[in-house]
C-alpha cells in the first residue's frame, strides 16, 4: 500500500459499492416496479416479481438521492493526482483498461444475458444467439448498470483532454490548469452529454 493512501476513502467506495449492490438486487420487489410488455428498456427492471414491499422503494429513492454523485467524486478526487504523475496519455491508456475493458465485456456478455429474460416476456420466442445478433448489430443496445463506467471513462478522458500546461506546478513537476477553467468545461460537457441522452431519450418516453 502507498503511504500515502488514505484507508478511509477505501471503506467508504466499499460501502457505497455494497448499496449499489442491494439497490439493483431489490428492484424487482419494489411497489413501483412496473414492467411495459411494449418497450421492455422502459421497464422499471428486467424481471419486475409479483411479491413486492415498500420497504424496497425506501431503500432505492434513499440511494437515488446521493449514492452517484458520492461515487463520481471519490474517483474524481484522485484524477487531478493521476494526471500529474503519470501525464494524460498514460493516464487514459490505464482508465481505458480499468473501465473501458470490463464496460465493453459487461454490454458483450453479461447485459445480453440480463436482458434476454425481459425480453422474452414481451412474448418473443426468438433463441438468444439470434436475440444477441439483434441486440448488438441492429439495437436497442442497453448498457444496464454498466454505464456508471462509460460515465466515468468519459469524464477522465475529458479531464485528460483539458489537462494542460498552466501557471502552477506540483512536486512531481507537471502543471495544473486553473480550477475554475477545469470547471467550466466539465461542466460544459456534462451538460451537453444530458442534452443528448434526453434527446435520445424523449422519443421513446414520449
Known amino acids: 500500500m502507498r503511504p500515502d493512501r488514505v484507508i478511509a476513502f477505501d471503506y467508504l467506495r466499499g460501502f457505497v459499492v455494497s448499496l449499489v449492490v442491494l439497490r439493483h438486487s431489490v428492484l424487482a420487489y419494489r411497489q413501483y ?25 425506501l431503500i432505492v429513492l434513499f440511494d437515488d438521492a446521493w449514492f452517484t454523485p458520492l461515487l ?72 444496464g448498470p454498466a454505464w456508471f463506467l462509460a460515465v466515468l471513462l468519459a469524464f477522465d478522458i475529458a479531464a485528460a483532454v483539458v489537462w494542460r500546461p498552466g501557471a502552477r506546478g506540483n512536486d512531481n513537476g507537471a502543471v495544473l490548469p486553473p480550477p475554475l477553467a477545469c470547471f467550466g468545461w466539465l461542466a460544459a460537457l456534462s451538460g451537453w452529454l444530458t442534452f443528448r441522452c434526453w434527446r435520445c431519450l424523449a422519443p421513446c418516453i414520449g
Open 33 to 57: 416496479g412496473h414492467f411495459d410488455r411494449r418497450h421492455y428498456l422502459l421497464s422499471s427492471a428486467p424481471i419486475v416479481d409479483d411479491a413486492k414491499w415498500l420497504g424496497f422503494d
Open 72 to 143: 463520481l467524486l471519490l474517483s474524481g478526487l484522485f484524477v487531478w493526482p493521476g494526471l500529474a504523475r503519470t501525464g494524460s496519455t498514460a493516464y487514459c491508456r490505464t482508465r481505458l483498461l480499468r473501465l473501458g475493458v470490463p464496460f465493453a465485456v459487461a454490454v458483450l456478455s453479461v447485459i445480453p444475458l440480463a436482458y434476454y429474460p425481459s425480453f422474452r416476456m414481451t412474448g418473443a420466442t426468438i433463441g438468444f444467439a439470434e436475440f444477441w445478433t439483434r441486440t448488438i448489430f441492429s439495437g436497442p443496445w442497453p448498457s
